[in-house]
């Protein structure tokens, strides 16, 4: 069933491409959280991602999540790494398998055993085909994935065809935070060639040149969080989500 926060994706993606802000709530205080978000919201990203593979605290993430929506209009949407992300007042979840994940705790347990706190919490699921591409990064190893190369965008195809088929209507392209390379636009070109879902695309993304080819290539939500915790990160951001824009 599509929701509000997803509907709302879908319109404002109508008009250009969406920019989640990613925010770790064991990376940053509650406070500059807080005051990111809202510079976030300010300068027009579309949502916030609280998660990631590394955050484990529940009570500090539903602490910060709290914060959050108490100080943003946009939609706070988790990104859960395990099922210690499950937490309330959130607006939505991406509810993800980690379809290339050797394990299958990360392809439907942990899904099984999170499904009852996201119904609780009255959270709305965003059914999601996490794809870790790469390797080396924190989602590749806490995931158990085995990486699918860069340079094989027709492998990512087959995957996101296959999320698809399941009724999936989100795909999220993981190079993983603080990747050293990011996903390749060519790789959201072929993934988009047959993906008529959302398609969400993350990791190592510092620059309008890298954001401007993505978004080109057919992404329909970029995910940045790394360049915000650096210094100036602020100003690169804007001038992301400006390039962007149609
Ligand atoms: C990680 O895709 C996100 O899960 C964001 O990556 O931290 O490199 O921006 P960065």
Not at 29 to 52: P, R
Not at 69 to 95: E, H, R, S
Not at 135 to 154: D, M, N, Q
């Amino acid at each position: 069933m599509v929701g509000k926060v997803e509907k709302l994706l879908l319109s404002r993606r109508k008009k250009s491409p969406i920019v989640f802000v990613l925010i770790d709530s064991e990376v940053s205080n509650i406070k500059s959280s807080v005051k990111l978000a809202k510079d976030a919201e300010k300068l027009g990203a579309g949502s916030i991602m609280v998660g990631g593979s590394s955050a484990t605290d529940q009570m500090e993430m539903a602490e910060v999540v709290g914060s959050l929506k108490k100080a943003v209009k946009i939609p706070i949407v988790l990104f859960p790494g395990n099922v210690t992300g499950v937490v309330p007042q959130a607006d939505a979840i991406l509810f993800s398998s980690l379809l290339n994940s050797e394990n299958p705790y990360f392809i439907s347990q942990a899904q099984a055993l999170g499904a009852p706190n996201v119904l609780k919490f009255g959270l709305e699921a965003l059914p999601t085909a996490y794809l870790v591409i790469g390797e080396g990064t924190s989602a590749w190893f806490v995931g158990s994935a085995r990486g699918i190369p860069f340079e094989k965008p027709k492998i990512a195809a087959a995957y996101a065809l296959a999320a698809q088929y399941m009724g999936m209507r989100f795909v999220y392209l993981e190079a993983g935070s603080g990747a050293k390379q990011n996903v390749t636009p060519e790789m959201v070109k072929t993934v988009r060639s047959v993906f008529k879902g959302f398609l969400i695309v993350g990791g190592g993304i510092k620059d309008t040149k890298t954001a401007k080819a993505l978004a080109k290539a057919g992404a329909d939500g970029l995910v940045i969080g790394t360049l915000l915790e650096q210094t100036g990160g602020l100003k690169k951001f804007t001038e992301i989500i400006k390039s962007i824009r149609k």
